[in-house]
C-alpha cells in the first residue's frame, strides 16, 4: 500500500483498537469479496425460504469484520438489518427479551406494522418480568429459573403465536426485502444459551425472508453442542446451518498488508522493514498481530529519547516477541549467562563439526528451562529460533542490552546517547562546574531518576565517548581528525572529573561512585597507555588521564581497600594490556597513593576492639594482610612505624592495643608458620619478621597482661617458631614461668 494513501486513509476515520472494519476502504485483508459473496447467498435465496449462514475461523480470524461487511452491504441494498451478540447475556430470558425487542424495534423503524395488541401485550410483559426478576444463576437451566424470571422462550413463543398470521406475512410486508439477522461472537456465549439459540433459530424462527447469519469458531460450539446432547455436536450443527462458510486463509502478504497500516497508524516512529524482518517469527493471526502492534505503542516517549541507531530495531522487536510469547520464562532466560555467552562463543568461533546440536550447553539450558516450565517441544523449538536469530543479528555481543530493550518504559534508561551529545555538544562551549549544572538539570527534573543516578548514569556515557574517540583517533590517519577526536577524548575527561570532584562522585561524605567506575576509568585508560605518537596529540591526553586517576585516589572517600585490590600491585604479570611495564607502573604509582591512605587507616583501627579478628580471614581482607605483613609496606614506613611503636604505650587503650596485638601474632602465625598458610605472596624474607625489634616490641605489648593457660601451649610453639626460623628471642613475660609449670602439672595429672 502506497504510504500517502495509507496515511490519508488512516486519518479518514478514528476507532478503538480493537474496533473490526466495516466498509471496503478499511478492508485490508481482502475479505470484502467474500462478505459478498455471503450476501449474495442471503439476498439471491428464494423469499419463502428461511436461511442460516454459517461464517466459521478460529478466535481473531476476523469474523466480525465479515459481519460487518454483510451489514453494510445489506443497508445500501435497502435491506433490514438486526446485529444481535448473545455474548452481551447470562440468561436466557435477557437474551430471548432482547432479542424481541430487537426485532420489534428494527420492524417499526423498516414500517412494517406489527399487530397492535401483541406489540404492546409483548413490551409491557418483557419490562414488567425485568423489573420484578431477582437474581438467577446464569449458568441454570430455564426450568431452574426463578418464577418472575420466566420470560425466555415463552415470551419468543407468545411473539410468534400473537403475530404468526403477520409474520408468515412478511414478504408482503417487507416488499422483497430480507430480514438478515447477524449474530456474532456465538462461541463467546454462556454456553447455557447456545442450544437454545440454535434451536429457536431452526425450529421458531424458521420463517420466510428471514437470514440468519453467524459467526463462530465450530469447534468451540460443537464441544458446547457435545455437552448439552450428549451426541456428536458437528451433526447437529449440520442440521442447522445451511451455508457454512469457512474465512479463507490469510496470505503473507495480507497479513504484512494489515501491519503496516497499524504500524503507520500507532508506531510512526518504527521503521516497517524491521517488522517485515521478524515478521515470520509472528502467529499469522490478525488479531494477535494487532494487539503486537498495540504493545508498542506505550513506548514512543520513551523512545523519542534515543536517536534512531542506538537502538537495535530487529533484536527490539525479537526480544519483545519472546517476552509475549513466553513471559513466565523471559527473565530466567535472559539473565542466564550459559546460554548468551555459548552463544556468543559459538558466533565467533563457529560450531565443531564433531559438536552434536542437541549436546550444545545454550540449548541444554534452553531444553531444562523448558521442562521446568512444561512448555511443549513446539514452544521450545520456537525459543530456541528467537534466540539464535537475536544472536545472529545483534551487535553488541551482551545480553545485558536484551533485558534493557524488553524493559524500555517499565525499567527506562538513565541517560541515552541522545541526552548524552544534546549534554556534551552544549558543554564543549564552557566546561566550568555550573555550566554542567545548568545543562542537567532539565534532565534531573524531567527524570523519575535522583540526580545521583542519572550522575552515575552520565559517567559510564562519558567514559564510553572518551573510549570511542581514542579508538577513532588510533584509526585515523595523523591530521585534523586525529586532533579532532583527541579533543573529543579530553572533552570527555573534563566531563569526567567535573563529576568525579566538582559534583563529589568520589569524594565528600556520601560518594556515588565506586570502584566498578574506577575500574571503567582505569582499563579505559590503560587501554590506550601505549598510545604516545603523535607527542602532540597523546601525551596531553595521557597526562589528564593519569592526573585524573591520581586525583581519584587521593581525594576518593570510598573503600579505599576494594581500588588497591583491583589494582593488584603484587601481581608480577599483569593481564589484559598491550604495554604490561607502563600499565605497571601506573598502577604502581597509584597503589603506593593508596596504601599511604589505608596505613593510616590501620594505625587508627589497632584502638578498635577486636579489629584484627574481624579481617583474619583473608577473603575479603587481602589487602590489610598486604599492607600488615609486608616489611616494605608504608605502614612500616620510618614515620608511621615510630608512629606504631608509640602507640603500644598508649596508655588509654592499652588492653585494646593489646588484645589486638595478640590477634596481630596469630595473623603472622597462620600466615607464615602454619601448613595451611594464609599467606600467598609475601616470602619470610619480605616480611615483617625481617624487623626483629618491630616483632618483640608486638610480643611486649601482647603479653603485658598474664594469659589463660589454656593458651599457653600454642604462644610457647609461636616463639620458638620465631626463634628457630626467624632467629627473633622474644622475652618472656614476667607471668611465663609460672603459667608455663601450672600448664606441666595439669599435664602430668
Same mark, same amino acid.
Given at each position: 500500500?502506497?504510504?500517502?494513501k495509507?496515511e490519508?486513509?488512516?486519518?479518514s476515520f478514528?476507532?478503538?483498537?480493537d474496533?473490526?472494519?466495516s466498509?471496503?476502504?478499511e478492508?485490508?485483508?481482502n475479505?470484502?469479496?467474500?462478505a459478498r459473496?455471503?450476501?449474495?447467498? &442471503?439476498?439471491?435465496?428464494p423469499l419463502?425460504?428461511?436461511v442460516?449462514?454459517?461464517?466459521y475461523?478460529t =478466535?481473531?480470524?476476523?469474523?466480525?469484520?465479515i459481519?460487518k461487511?454483510v451489514?453494510t452491504?445489506?443497508?445500501?441494498?435497502n435491506q433490514?438489518v438486526i446485529?444481535?451478540?448473545p455474548?452481551?447475556?447470562t440468561?436466557?430470558?435477557e437474551?430471548?427479551e432482547?432479542?424481541?425487542q430487537?426485532i420489534?424495534?428494527?420492524l417499526?423503524k423498516?414500517?412494517i406494522n406489527?399487530k397492535?395488541?401483541?406489540r404492546l401485550?409483548?413490551?409491557?410483559?418483557i419490562?414488567?418480568k425485568?423489573?420484578l426478576r431477582?437474581p438467577?444463576d446464569a449458568?441454570?437451566?430455564?426450568?431452574q429459573l426463578d418464577?418472575y424470571a420466566?420470560?425466555?422462550?415463552?415470551?419468543?413463543?407468545?411473539?410468534l403465536?400473537?403475530?404468526?398470521k403477520?409474520?408468515?406475512?412478511?414478504?408482503?410486508f417487507t416488499s422483497g426485502?430480507?430480514?438478515i439477522?447477524l449474530i456474532?461472537?456465538?462461541?463467546?456465549?454462556?454456553?447455557?444459551l447456545?442450544?437454545?439459540?440454535?434451536f +429457536?433459530?431452526?425450529?421458531l424462527?424458521?420463517l420466510?425472508s428471514?437470514?440468519?447469519v453467524l459467526?463462530?469458531?465450530?469447534?468451540?460450539i460443537?464441544k458446547?453442542l457435545?455437552s448439552n446432547?450428549n451426541?456428536?455436536g458437528?451433526?447437529?450443527?449440520?442440521?442447522?446451518?445451511?451455508f457454512p462458510?469457512?474465512?479463507p486463509?490469510?496470505?503473507d502478504k495480507? %497479513?504484512l498488508?494489515?501491519?503496516?497500516?497499524?504500524?503507520?497508524?500507532?508506531?510512526p516512529?518504527?521503521?516497517?522493514d524491521y517488522i517485515q524482518?521478524?515478521f515470520?517469527?509472528?502467529?499469522?493471526?490478525?488479531r494477535?498481530?494487532?494487539q =503486537?502492534?498495540?504493545?508498542?505503542v506505550?513506548?514512543e516517549?520513551e523512545?523519542?529519547?534515543y536517536?534512531? $541507531?542506538?537502538i537495535n530495531?530487529a533484536?527490539f522487536?525479537?526480544?519483545n516477541?519472546?517476552?509475549?510469547k513466553?513471559?513466565?520464562?523471559?527473565v530466567?532466560i535472559f539473565?542466564d549467562?550459559?546460554?548468551?555467552?555459548?552463544?556468543?562463543?559459538e558466533?565467533?568461533l563457529? !560450531?565443531?563439526q564433531t559438536?552434536?546440536?542437541?549436546e550444545l550447553p545454550y540449548?541444554?539450558?534452553?531444553?531444562?528451562i523448558?521442562?521446568?516450565?512444561h512448555l511443549?517441544k513446539?514452544e521450545?523449538?520456537?525459543l530456541?529460533? %528467537?534466540?539464535?536469530?537475536?544472536v545472529k543479528l545483534?551487535k553488541?555481543y551482551?545480553?545485558e542490552?536484551?533485558l534493557?530493550?524488553?524493559?524500555l518504559t $517499565?525499567?527506562?534508561?538513565?541517560?541515552t546517547w541522545?541526552?548524552?551529545?544534546?549534554?556534551?555538544v552544549?558543554y564543549?562551549?564552557n566546561?566550568?562546574?555550573?555550566?554542567?549544572?545548568?545543562l542537567?538539570n532539565p534532565?534531573?527534573k524531567?527524570?523519575?531518576?535522583?540526580?545521583? $543516578?542519572?550522575?552515575?548514569?552520565?559517567i559510564i556515557?562519558a567514559?564510553e565517548?572518551?573510549n570511542?574517540?581514542?579508538g577513532?583517533a588510533?584509526n585515523?590517519?595523523?591530521?585534523d581528525?586525529?586532533?579532532s577526536?583527541?579533543?573529543?577524548a579530553v572533552?570527555?575527561l573534563k566531563l569526567?572529573e567535573?563529576i568525579?570532584?566538582?559534583?563529589?562522585?568520589?569524594s565528600?561524605a556520601?560518594?556515588?561512585?565506586?570502584?566498578?567506575?574506577f575500574?571503567?576509568?582505569?582499563?579505559?585508560?590503560?587501554?590506550?597507555?601505549?598510545?604516545?605518537?603523535? +607527542?602532540?596529540v597523546?601525551?596531553p591526553?595521557?597526562e589528564?588521564?593519569?592526573q585524573v586517576?591520581?586525583?581519584?585516589c587521593?581525594?576518593?572517600?570510598f573503600?579505599?581497600?576494594?581500588i588497591?585490590?583491583?589494582l593488584k600491585p603484587?601481581?608480577?604479570f599483569?593481564?589484559?594490556?598491550?604495554n604490561q611495564?607502563?600499565?605497571?607502573?601506573?598502577?604502581g $604509582?597509584l597503589?603506593?597513593i593508596?596504601?599511604k !591512605?589505608i596505613a593510616?587507616?590501620?594505625?587508627?583501627?589497632f584502638?578498635?576492639?577486636?579489629?584484627?579478628n574481624?579481617?583474619?580471614?583473608q577473603?575479603?581482607?587481602f589487602?590489610?594482610?598486604?599492607?600488615?605483613?609486608?616489611?616494605?609496606s608504608?605502614?612500616w614506613?620510618p614515620k608511621l612505624?615510630?608512629q606504631f611503636?608509640e602507640?603500644?604505650?598508649?596508655n588509654e587503650a592499652?588492653k585494646?592495643?593489646?588484645n589486638?596485638?595478640y590477634?596481630l601474632?596469630?595473623l603472622?602465625?597462620? &600466615?607464615f608458620f602454619?601448613?595451611?598458610?594464609l599467606?600467598g605472596i609475601?616470602?619470610?624474607e619480605?616480611?615483617?619478621l625481617s624487623?626483629k625489634e618491630?616483632?618483640?616490641?608486638?610480643?611486649?605489648?601482647a603479653?603485658?597482661?598474664?594469659?589463660?593457660p589454656?593458651?599457653?601451649?600454642?604462644?610457647e610453639e609461636l *616463639?620458638?617458631?620465631? *626463634?628457630?626460623?626467624c632467629?627473633i628471642d622474644?622475652?618472656?613475660?614476667? =607471668?611465663?614461668?609460672?603459667?608455663? !609449670?601450672?600448664?606441666?602439672?595439669?599435664?602430668?595429672?
Amino acid at each position: 500500500m502506497n504510504k500517502n494513501k495509507t496515511e490519508k486513509y488512516i486519518s479518514s476515520f478514528k476507532k478503538g483498537y480493537d474496533t473490526a472494519p466495516s466498509t471496503k476502504e478499511e478492508d485490508l485483508l481482502n475479505r470484502w469479496n467474500f462478505a459478498r459473496e455471503v450476501y449474495t447467498i &442471503a439476498s439471491r435465496t428464494p423469499l419463502d425460504w428461511s436461511v442460516r449462514i454459517g461464517i466459521y475461523g478460529t =478466535w481473531g480470524e476476523g469474523k466480525t469484520a465479515i459481519l460487518k461487511f454483510v451489514k453494510t452491504i445489506a443497508l445500501e441494498d435497502n435491506q433490514i438489518v438486526i446485529w444481535f451478540n448473545p455474548w452481551e447475556y447470562t440468561t436466557p430470558d435477557e437474551m430471548w427479551e432482547s432479542f424481541v425487542q430487537l426485532i420489534l424495534t428494527n420492524l417499526k423503524k423498516a414500517g412494517i406494522n406489527i399487530k397492535r395488541p401483541s406489540r404492546l401485550y409483548l413490551i409491557i410483559t418483557i419490562w414488567l418480568k425485568k423489573i420484578l426478576r431477582k437474581p438467577v444463576d446464569a449458568f441454570s437451566s430455564l426450568a431452574q429459573l426463578d418464577p418472575y424470571a420466566s420470560a425466555g422462550l415463552p415470551i419468543l413463543k407468545k411473539f410468534l403465536s400473537f403475530n404468526k398470521k403477520s409474520l408468515r406475512k412478511l414478504q408482503s410486508f417487507t416488499s422483497g426485502k430480507r430480514i438478515i439477522v447477524l449474530i456474532d461472537d456465538l462461541d463467546r456465549a454462556n454456553p447455557v444459551l447456545v442450544p437454545q439459540l440454535l434451536f +429457536a433459530i431452526k425450529e421458531l424462527l424458521d420463517l420466510p425472508s428471514m437470514v440468519f447469519v453467524l459467526a463462530f469458531d465450530p469447534v468451540v460450539i460443537n464441544k458446547v453442542l457435545y455437552s448439552n446432547r450428549n451426541d456428536e455436536g458437528q451433526d447437529y450443527l449440520d442440521k442447522i446451518i445451511d451455508f457454512p462458510k469457512w474465512l479463507p486463509k490469510l496470505t503473507d502478504k495480507d %497479513l504484512l498488508k494489515l501491519l503496516q497500516t497499524e504500524s503507520y497508524k500507532y508506531l510512526p516512529f518504527l521503521d516497517f522493514d524491521y517488522i517485515q524482518q521478524v515478521f515470520h517469527h509472528l502467529d499469522k493471526n490478525p488479531r494477535k498481530l494487532k494487539q =503486537w502492534i498495540r504493545i508498542f505503542v506505550g513506548f514512543e516517549d520513551e523512545i523519542k529519547r534515543y536517536n534512531k $541507531e542506538e537502538i537495535n530495531w530487529a533484536v527490539f522487536l525479537l526480544v519483545n516477541i519472546v517476552k509475549i510469547k513466553f513471559p513466565q520464562i523471559f527473565v530466567q532466560i535472559f539473565s542466564d549467562d550459559t546460554i548468551w555467552k555459548d552463544l556468543f562463543t559459538e558466533r565467533w568461533l563457529g !560450531r565443531s563439526q564433531t559438536s552434536a546440536k542437541q549436546e550444545l550447553p545454550y540449548l541444554l539450558k534452553i531444553k531444562e528451562i523448558s521442562t521446568e516450565n512444561h512448555l511443549s517441544k513446539i514452544e521450545e523449538n520456537i525459543l530456541v529460533a %528467537l534466540i539464535e536469530e537475536i544472536v545472529k543479528l545483534d551487535k553488541s555481543y551482551t545480553s545485558e542490552s536484551f533485558l534493557s530493550y524488553a524493559h524500555l518504559t $517499565e525499567r527506562p534508561a538513565v541517560i541515552t546517547w541522545k541526552e548524552f551529545n544534546e549534554v556534551l555538544v552544549n558543554y564543549e562551549d564552557n566546561t566550568s562546574i555550573d555550566a554542567l549544572n545548568t545543562l542537567l538539570n532539565p534532565l534531573i527534573k524531567n527524570s523519575d531518576y535522583t540526580e545521583t $543516578e542519572i550522575l552515575s548514569g552520565f559517567i559510564i556515557k562519558a567514559i564510553e565517548y572518551w573510549n570511542w574517540a581514542l579508538g577513532q583517533a588510533s584509526n585515523s590517519v595523523p591530521g585534523d581528525k586525529t586532533k579532532s577526536h583527541a579533543t573529543d577524548a579530553v572533552l570527555s575527561l573534563k566531563l569526567i572529573e567535573n563529576i568525579c570532584f566538582d559534583k563529589n562522585g568520589f569524594s565528600g561524605a556520601t560518594p556515588f561512585l565506586d570502584v566498578t567506575h574506577f575500574t571503567l576509568i582505569y582499563k579505559t585508560a590503560t587501554k590506550w597507555i601505549d598510545f604516545t605518537t603523535p +607527542a602532540e596529540v597523546y601525551i596531553p591526553i595521557r597526562e589528564k588521564e593519569k592526573q585524573v586517576l591520581v586525583k581519584i585516589c587521593k581525594e576518593t572517600s570510598f573503600n579505599l581497600n576494594e581500588i588497591l585490590f583491583f589494582l593488584k600491585p603484587w601481581n608480577v604479570f599483569r593481564n589484559g594490556v598491550y604495554n604490561q611495564e607502563a600499565e605497571k607502573e601506573l598502577a604502581g $604509582e597509584l597503589s603506593i597513593i593508596l596504601e599511604k !591512605r589505608i596505613a593510616l587507616e590501620i594505625i587508627y583501627n589497632f584502638k578498635v576492639d577486636n579489629w584484627i579478628n574481624s579481617i583474619f580471614e583473608q577473603d575479603g581482607h587481602f589487602v590489610e594482610h598486604y599492607i600488615l605483613l609486608r616489611k616494605t609496606s608504608h605502614l612500616w614506613s620510618p614515620k608511621l612505624r615510630q608512629q606504631f611503636l608509640e602507640l603500644l604505650d598508649n596508655n588509654e587503650a592499652q588492653k585494646i592495643i593489646s588484645n589486638n596485638m595478640y590477634q596481630l601474632l596469630s595473623l603472622i602465625d597462620a &600466615a607464615f608458620f602454619s601448613r595451611e598458610s594464609l599467606n600467598g605472596i609475601i616470602s619470610l624474607e619480605n616480611s615483617i619478621l625481617s624487623d626483629k625489634e618491630l616483632i618483640i616490641a608486638i610480643w611486649k605489648c601482647a603479653f603485658i597482661e598474664e594469659i589463660n593457660p589454656r593458651m599457653f601451649k600454642e604462644i610457647e610453639e609461636l *616463639k620458638n617458631e620465631l *626463634k628457630s626460623k626467624c632467629d627473633i628471642d622474644v622475652p618472656s613475660p614476667l =607471668w611465663w614461668e609460672r603459667i608455663k !609449670r601450672l600448664v606441666e602439672s595439669i599435664e602430668r595429672k
